[in-house]
């Protein structure tokens, strides 16, 4: 099959070549998918697009008149498609459900590392020789009592990363998960409880229609002034204006992401010469408090290879007519 690969990034196209075993025709661009770069698929039957293309509904209808058929995510995350319209059109779709939660739960872990232990600031002064240890304070994890929303593939590693350390582990989850209760004693409560008694929050859960802003200004006040909110999940999960509002008043000690509300045509590409259009990133940027890394908690070889997998699994499962597993959407297709 003829396979387009928006979004391709140099670091992982090793890894989609070596897994490209069924020799598909594939082209890669680093164009992300969107209303203007949709022509590029012109004569391919199947496309892959990343977390930061736009697979909105008018750009699935190009893609369905210029003849594409298959659109296989590189991701687990598929709120950037219009799953919908893409069954009502009759697109086959699927995703990457699962690839190495572990790279993403460590770099969680990083995260809130790095900001507890002041590791960025004392780099940045270590390097123009000043080795004093004002500011560097930090604080033990261990006994410290950490909430984790969701507790799915990549929320159960972080508990047991967070239980490793010594940690209380609280959590919410719509499915509670009862081996995590027994190996590691996870209390569940209600996302208002472990906000109000966590102090370190770790979101994980999707972007969906709920959840979208579901940590509003009221779920941020809830927390603890101490409290560190760590977001490797999606940026839009968390309300950006209330968020500022609560880090410029110093209501919570700081927020480490890895995501935010607006990635598409800022993250993934160098704007050091001509900077940044977003208001609300270059605010967050500037704060003390916060840390920040450009959507990169997938970015291991392992994580590489098992998207590279599963997404010719998905092209080859298509080809050869067997069920998909990761096909979505099936809710909306019409008998
Ligand atoms: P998962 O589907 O295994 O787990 C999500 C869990 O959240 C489920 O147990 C679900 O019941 C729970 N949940 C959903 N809404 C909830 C709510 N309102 N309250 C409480 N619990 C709720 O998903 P997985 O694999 O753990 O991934 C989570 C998210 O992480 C993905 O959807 C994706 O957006 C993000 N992600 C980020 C990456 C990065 O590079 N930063 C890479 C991979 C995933």
């Not at 190495?100 to 790095?114: D, N, V």
């Not at 994890?141 to 609280?170: A, D, E, N, R, Y």
């Amino acid at each position: 099959m003829k396979v387009l690969i928006y979004s391709a990034k140099e670091y992982e196209i090793p890894f989609l070549d070596n897994a490209n075993k069924s020799g598909h025709k594939v082209t890669y661009t680093e164009d992300a998918l969107d209303t203007d770069t949709a022509i590029q698929a012109m004569g391919y039957k199947a496309v892959s697009i990343f977390s930061g293309d736009d697979a909105s509904s008018i750009v699935l209808e190009k893609l369905w008149n210029l003849g594409v058929r298959y659109i296989t995510l590189r991701s687990a995350g598929h709120n950037n498609i219009r799953i919908k319209t893409a069954k009502y059109l009759g697109f086959q779709v699927a995703n990457v459900p699962e690839y190495s939660p572990h790279a993403i739960a460590e770099h969680a872990t990083a995260l809130l590392l790095a900001f507890n232990r002041k590791i960025v600031l004392a780099h940045s002064q270590v390097i123009r020789y000043n080795f004093s240890q004002k500011g560097l304070m930090g604080s033990n994890l261990h006994g410290k009592t950490v909430g984790i929303i969701g507790t799915g593939k990549i929320g159960s590693i972080m508990v047991k990363i967070m239980h490793g350390f010594g940690c209380k582990v609280l959590a919410c989850d719509l499915k509670p998960d009862a081996d995590l209760v027994e190996l590691c004693g996870v209390t569940y409560g209600t996302m208002d409880q472990v906000l109000k008694k966590s102090d370190v929050v770790s979101l994980h859960i999707p972007l969906t229609y709920d959840n979208y802003y579901l940590i509003d200004r009221k779920k941020l006040a809830l927390m603890k002034p101490r409290a560190i909110l760590i977001n490797t999940a999606r940026g839009a999960i968390v309300d950006t204006r209330a968020l500022i509002d609560t880090l410029q008043k110093k209501e919570i000690a700081g927020y480490c992401t890895d995501v935010i509300e607006k990635e598409k045509g800022t993250f993934f590409k160098d704007h050091s010469n001509e900077g940044i259009e977003n208001q609300q990133l270059k605010i967050l940027l500037a704060l003390p408090n916060v840390l920040l890394t450009p959507h990169q908690a997938y970015m291991t070889p392992e994580a590489l290879s098992g998207i590279a997998a599963t997404t010719f699994k998905n092209i080859d499962d298509w080809v050869s007519g067997t069920v998909c597993k990761n096909e979505l959407g099936s809710e909306w297709v019409l008998s």
